[in-house]
């Protein structure tokens, strides 16, 4: 993944801008029904320029924003000051502790290896409280292994999740979020899983 982040730290400021041209409300709304109402702890990983996580925390969300890249961390405290920023990584996520009732993961999945995806999906489980819910945008669009981008398949994604413990509550399909990723053919989808009971 290090390859990504350092794509990610030289274009911070482009790409804030590039995903601040979509609002929260857009992006979120294929799972927006799906969220527990507040308080409920939230934990954004790969937050990136904070639009998601200052979405929470404006609706009365406790949200810890788990960001590996400084420029991202300092936009996010911008935006919202009331969330916890922690510097942490995928698949690890060294640093972050809690019980979660969403964690929130968008359009990161995708920088990492099949074998880096199984230590981070335990680890979120790990994260995740009873019936806690995992929101997983998968990019559905070619590799870039120069830049650790890897190919996902929704189904292998899905099965993934089943061995892990999660149920999965929906599956629905995002159109490109700008111009640049509709000419490419990059589509997304979220997947939202609730943690198995019993």
């Not at 000051?81 to 968008?106: E, M, Q």
């Not at 806690?132 to 120069?146: E, K, S, T, V, W």
């Not at 890897?150 to 111009?179: F, H, S, V, Y």
Request: aromatic share 6%.
């Amino acid at each position: 993944m290090s390859k990504a982040l350092d794509v990610y730290a030289d274009h911070a400021d482009a790409l804030i801008t590039r995903y601040d041209a979509v609002t929260a409300e857009q992006v979120l709304a294929p799972i927006a029904d799906l969220l527990p109402p507040p308080p409920a702890p939230c934990l954004d990983v790969g937050p990136g320029s904070g639009r998601d996580a200052a979405w929470l925390a404006a609706r009365g969300h406790p949200v810890i924003a788990a960001e590996p890249i400084a420029r991202f961390r300092v936009a996010i405290a911008t935006r919202a000051p009331t969330a916890t920023l922690v510097d942490a990584r995928l698949p690890d996520l060294d640093g972050v502790a809690g019980s979660f009732d969403v964690i929130l993961a968008n359009l990161v999945w995708h920088h990492l290896s099949v074998e880096a995806r199984d230590i981070a999906l335990a680890r979120l489980v790990d994260l995740l409280g009873p019936a806690g819910r995992l929101f997983l945008c998968l990019r559905n669009g070619p590799a870039i292994p120069q830049r650790d981008v890897w190919a996902l398949e929704t189904g292998a994604e899905i099965t993934r999740a089943a061995a892990a413990g999660l149920d999965l509550l929906r599956q629905t399909e995002a159109p490109p979020r700008n111009a640049e990723e509709a000419e490419a053919g990059i589509t997304a989808t979220w997947l939202a899983f609730e943690r198995r009971t019993g």
